[in-house]
T-cell receptor
Framework: DAGITQSPRYKITETGRQVTLMCHQT?????MFWYRQDLGHGLRLIYY???????DKGEVPDGYVVSRSKTENFPLTLESATRSQTSVYFC???????????FGPGTRLTVT | KQEVTQIPAALSVPEGENLVLNCSFT??????LQWFRQDPGKGLTSLLL?????REQTSGRLNASLDKSSGRSTLYIAASQPGDSATYLC???????????FGTGTLLAVQP
């Protein structure tokens, strides 16, 4: 299917476990982004990537790791999940020549 | 540090009414501003993007304006419909990388 997809859509994990959220886009967009959405804070940027093998920190990167070996994939890993990382995570992408960002459907992560 | 505020946090109007949603930002040095719609449990859908050099953008019943010098943008929705019920988010982009800073949104309910 064309577009931007995220998996899983829902995930429950325990404190201290490693969990990886996947993001895949079929547009060959250069830029990809990870945001988290929390009540009272809105959406905040975690990490972004300008191209394969190029990543940089956003506003709230602590506790997260990203990689981008292929243009179409941008996984987000929580190396040791904490309760404060309970949130809804959104992936987004954009074409290099445009500022308009396109968002995936989100992953609701609960850390118990 | 850029801060984005949306007022009101929630708004309820009868069907057919014209309405205005407000977005203000503290740093006028922006590249562009984007308005999104978010339905419950869903991702964000881009509505309009206004470049810093533009004063307004229109799409159907939606019109977004931008006044950089005063740090304000408005989203005007004409002849509102129950299907317009959603959360509306504005986001400003302060640089070429397009790292968006989001407001916390306005929850709109259009009553039939």
């Amino acid at each position: 299917d064309a577009g931007i997809t995220q998996s899983p859509r829902y995930k429950i994990t325990e404190t201290g476990r490693q969990v990886t959220l996947m993001c895949h886009q079929t547009w060959s967009h250069s830029y990809m982004f990870w945001y988290r959405q929390d009540l009272g804070h809105g959406l905040r940027l975690i990490y972004y990537s300008a191209a394969a093998d190029i990543t940089d920190k956003g506003e709230v990167p602590d506790g997260y790791v990203v990689s981008r070996s292929k243009t179409e994939n941008f996984p987000l890993t929580l190396e040791s999940a904490t309760r404060s990382q309970t949130s809804v995570y959104f992936c987004a992408s954009r074409h290099r020549g445009s500022y308009e960002q396109y968002f995936g459907p989100g992953t609701r992560l609960t850390v118990t | 540090k850029q801060e984005v505020t949306q007022i009101p946090a929630a708004l309820s109007v009868p069907e057919g009414e014209n309405l205005v949603l407000n977005c203000s930002f503290t740093d006028s040095a922006i590249y562009n501003l984007q308005w999104f719609r978010q339905d419950p449990g869903k991702g964000l859908t881009s509505l309009l993007l206004i470049q810093s050099s533009q004063r307004e953008q229109t799409s159907g019943r939606l019109n977004a304006s931008l006044d950089k010098s005063s740090g304000r943008s408005t989203l005007y929705i004409a002849a509102s419909q129950p299907g317009d019920s959603a959360t509306y988010l504005c986001a400003v982009n302060g640089g070429a990388t397009n790292k968006l800073i989001f407001g916390t949104g306005t929850l709109l309910a259009v009553q039939p």
